[in-house]
C-alpha cells in the first residue's frame, strides 16, 4: 500500500474514532423507546478498548513468538504508575501552583491535556518497555513453565516495590503526586484523561502494529522461533533477539494500556489491581480467542470483559458463582478445545476473498472433480495463487 | 543475638511448612513434568477440612487435647488425599496428551476454580481455627519457642523423614521413581502409572493439608486465599532444591523460610514477599537446574 493510501486510511480512521468519541459522549443523555446505552455500559466500552490492547500485546508474546508470559500485569503497572507521574508532573509544570484548581474546573483546554496524556502515555510505553527489556533479557534463555514462572515472578516483584514507594501512594493507592513540602506543598491529582477516543485508537494502532508484525520478516522469524527454536537458531535467526524484542513490544502495548487504565474516570491505580490474577485473566483471553491470532486476541478479550458485566444478575444471587464458572469455563476450554475460538486463523479481508473465490472454483471444477474423483482439500486454500499470504497461517 | 536466634527458629519454623507444600510440587513434577499450580489451595483446603472436622467433633477451644490434634490432622490429610487424586482424574489427566502449555493453563484453572469455590462456600472472611492444642512458650535458652511451633518443625521432619522412606524403601516408592524416570519404559516394565501418578498426587496432597492444618494451629486464622502466596513461595523452594528432587525440596523450603524471615525482621520487611521470588530469579539464571538436581543436557 502506498504512502498516500496508508494516510488516507489513517485520516478515515482518526476521523471515524473522533466521530464515535462524540457520539459516546452523547448517547447516554437519549433514549430510544426505553432502551439507551447507560454511562455504565459506556465505561464497559472503554474497558474493552483497555483490554484488547492488552490482549493484543500479550498475543505478540505468548502467540506469535510463542513464549508463555505470566507477568503482563506488572508491564500494566509500571505504565500506569510512569504515566500517571508524568501527567501529574507536567500540569504542575505547565499550570503551577493553581493546578489542581484550573483541572478540576475543566479550564485546561482540550489541546493541553491531550498533548499531556499523549506524554503520559509515551512515557508509561517506554518505561514497560525499558522494564521488558530487563526483564527479558535474563529471563528469555528459560523455556516453557519456567519461563512463566519467572515472569510471574516479575511481575509480583513490581508489585512489591510499587507497594512499597510512598511517593506514588504506596498501597492506598496513586490517588495525586504532591509537590512540594509543609504549607506550601501543592496536590495535583491524577486526571481522569482517558477517554473513547484515546483508548480505541491505541487499540487500533495495536491491532494494526500486530497485523504488519505477523505478515513482515520479524514476525516470521518470531513465528520461526515459536515452531522450533534450534530449527530457527540453525538458520540464522538471531533467537535471544527477536525474543526480547517481542517482548518489549508486548510490554510497551502493555503499558500504554496500563497508563489508560491509570486514567480513567473512577479508576484508582493501586498495587491490588496489578495481581498475578490480572495477568492471568489477559491469558484466559487470547486462550479464548485462540493464541497466535490478532482476531482471536480482540474476541477474547470483548467477551471476557462483557461476560462479568453479563453474569452479574448470577454473582447477585449468588455471590462468588461468577467466578466460579469463570474458572470452570477455562478447565473445560483447555480439556474440550484448547485451540480457542480461532484457533490460529484469522478473520479478515482476505478470508471473505477467498471465500468467494474458492466458491467459484468449486463451481467450475465441480464437474472436473467429479470424474476425477478428487476434491478440494483444505490445505490447497493456503497456496491458492492471487490470495495474499496476510493473515493465513 | 537474641533476635538473630529468634529469627532463625521463625525462620526454620516457616521453612517446614514451605518444605511440606515443596514437597508435593516436586514429586507431582518429577512423575508428570506438570506444575501443579492448585497445590497451594490443597494445602488451604487442609486447613479447612481440619476446621470442619475439629468443629464436628466437638473439639475447641474449650478442650484442647493433642489426640485430638493428631486426629484432626490425619483425618484432613486422608480428606485432601482424596481431593488430589479427584483433581488429578478430572482435570490433568483428560489434558495429559496436549501440550505443556495447555496442562498448565489447565492447573491455573483449578487453581482459581479452588479458591473462588471456597470463597463461596465456605465465605471470603477468615475463620478462627479452634485452638486444639494450648499454645505455650517453651524457653530455649535466651529465647523462646512456643510449642506449636516445636510441633510443626518436630511433624514435619517425622512427615519428611517418612516420605523419604516410603519412595526409598517401598515398592511403590520404587515405582514412583521409575515412572519419574522414564514413564514409558515403567509402563513397558509392568508398573501400573496411573496408579502411581494418582499415589503421587495423594500422598502430596496429604503432606500440604498436615501443613496446613499445623499452620492453622499456629495462626489461627484461615482464609480461602491463603495457599495462593504461599504456595507460590513453596513452588519457588521446590525449584530451589531442584525440582523432582525431594531432599532438594526440604533443603529450598528452610532456605527460603529462614531469608524470609530474616528479611521480614529487618527494615526491608515490606519486601518480604518479594524474597521469595527475587531467589527464584537468581536461580532460574544462575543455575535452573536448582542446588540439587541434575542439569539436562538437551540432545538436538
Known sequence: MSFAKKAVFAAVAVLVLLGLNFAVQELPFYTVAGYGISEYWVRVLMLIGINVTLAVGLNLINGIAGQFSLGHAGFMAVGGYTSAYVTCSLFFLIFGNDAARILSSGNAGVGVTSAVLVAGLVAGGLAAAAVGLAVGVPSLRLKGDYLAIVTLGFGEIIRVVIQNLNVVGGNTGFRDLTFGEGASAVSVPVQPLANFFWIFLVAVIAVVMSRNIVSSTFGRALMAVREDEIAAEAMGVNTTYYKVMAFVLGSALAGVAGGLSGHLFGNLLTPATFTFVRSIEVVIMIVLGGIGSITGAVVGATALTLLPEVLRPVDSAYPGLRMVLYALMLILLMIFRPQGIFGRREFGFDWILRRGRRAEAVALTDGADAIAGTGTRPEDDQHQPGSSERGTR | ?300
Open chain 2, 1 to 300: 543475638m537474641e533476635t538473630v536466634v529468634q529469627q532463625i527458629i521463625n525462620g526454620l519454623v516457616l521453612g517446614s511448612i514451605y518444605a511440606l507444600i515443596a514437597l508435593g510440587y516436586s514429586m507431582v513434577y518429577g512423575v508428570l513434568r506438570l506444575i501443579n499450580f492448585a497445590h497451594g489451595d490443597v494445602y488451604m483446603l487442609g486447613a479447612y477440612a481440619g476446621y470442619y472436622i475439629a468443629r464436628t467433633a466437638g473439639l475447641g477451644d474449650q478442650n484442647p487435647s493433642i489426640l485430638g490434634a493428631i486426629g484432626v490432622t490425619v483425618s484432613a490429610m486422608v480428606v485432601c488425599a482424596v481431593i488430589g487424586t479427584v483433581i488429578e482424574r478430572f482435570a490433568y489427566k483428560p489434558v495429559r496428551s496436549h501440550s505443556r502449555l495447555t496442562s498448565l493453563i489447565t492447573a491455573i484453572g483449578v487453581s482459581l476454580l479452588i479458591e473462588y469455590g471456597a470463597q463461596m462456600i465456605f465465605g471470603a472472611n477468615p475463620k478462627a481455627f479452634p485452638s486444639l492444642v494450648q499454645s505455650s512458650p517453651i524457653p530455649v535458652g535466651p529465647v523462646q519457642i512456643t510449642n506449636v511451633n516445636l510441633m510443626i518443625i518436630v511433624v514435619s521432619l517425622l512427615l519428611m523423614v517418612g516420605l523419604q522412606l516410603v519412595v526409598h524403601k517401598t515398592k511403590i516408592g520404587k515405582a514412583m521413581r521409575a515412572v519419574s524416570y522414564n514413564q514409558t519404559s515403567a509402563k513397558l516394565m509392568g508398573i501400573n502409572t496411573e496408579m502411581v501418578i494418582s499415589f503421587t498426587f495423594a500422598l502430596g496432597s496429604a503432606l500440604a493439608a498436615a501443613a496446613g492444618v499445623m499452620v492453622a494451629l499456629s495462626i489461627p486464622s484461615i482464609d480461602p486465599l491463603m495457599g495462593l502466596l504461599t504456595g507460590l513461595k513453596a513452588f519457588v523452594a521446590a525449584v530451589l532444591g531442584g525440582i523432582g528432587n525431594i531432599p532438594g525440596a526440604v533443603a529450598g523450603g528452610l532456605i527460603i523460610g529462614l531469608l524470609e524471615s530474616f528479611v521480614g525482621g529487618s527494615s526491608l520487611s515490606g519486601y518480604r514477599d518479594a524474597v521469595a521470588f527475587g531467589i527464584l530469579i537468581i536461580v532460574l539464571i544462575v543455575r535452573p537446574s536448582g542446588i540439587f538436581g541434575t542439569a539436562v543436557t538437551e540432545k538436538v
